[in-house]
């Protein structure tokens, strides 16, 4: 089949067929004649391989590597399950990270409401000056950043 009726059997476009035809992630097609790739029809199920295997956080270059070894008739599964546990590994951290965050804001806007519901109408609240004063090791941090280049003769003026 041509990469037209590949792409659109597995629902993608034709420029992302291309993008796996470059990117070594398909075996490669022979041509026609007329110069256009000629894709076998177990060519979709890999399209389909490649996008489940894309969506669970794979890169295009792991793939590629998985796929060259597999054509080469090798058996990557371990290094696949090894890369799939890495992954897994950092999505839980991220997740645990994302977690603190979640609840150093709730109790931010726990202390922001309070401050609120103490502050008269129309007076500044101030709450980000609070949230610096809270959170003085975040403040630190960026005072530390030094102008760019361009603006360090300008910053030492002022």
Known sequence: MYSGELARLAGVSGDTIRFYDRS???????RSASGYRIFPRHALHR?????SALGIGFSVRELADVFRERDRGGAPCKRVRTLVAGKLAALETQ????????SKLRRTLAQWDLR????PRGTP????????????????RS????????NRKREKQR
Do not use: C, D, Y
Request: hydrophobic share 50%.
């Open 116 to 119: 609120l519901s103490h502050t």
């Open 125 to 140: 609240a101030r709450l980000l000056e609070v949230f610096v004063a809270a959170h003085p090791k975040s403040h630190a």
């Open 47 to 51: 399209v389909q391989v490649i996008r």
């Open 143 to 150: 005072s530390n950043l030094r102008p760019a280049r361009g």
């Open 95 to 102: 997740l645990h990270e994302l977690h603190l965050w979640r």
């Open 24 to 30: 070594g992630l398909l075996p490669a097609a022979p």
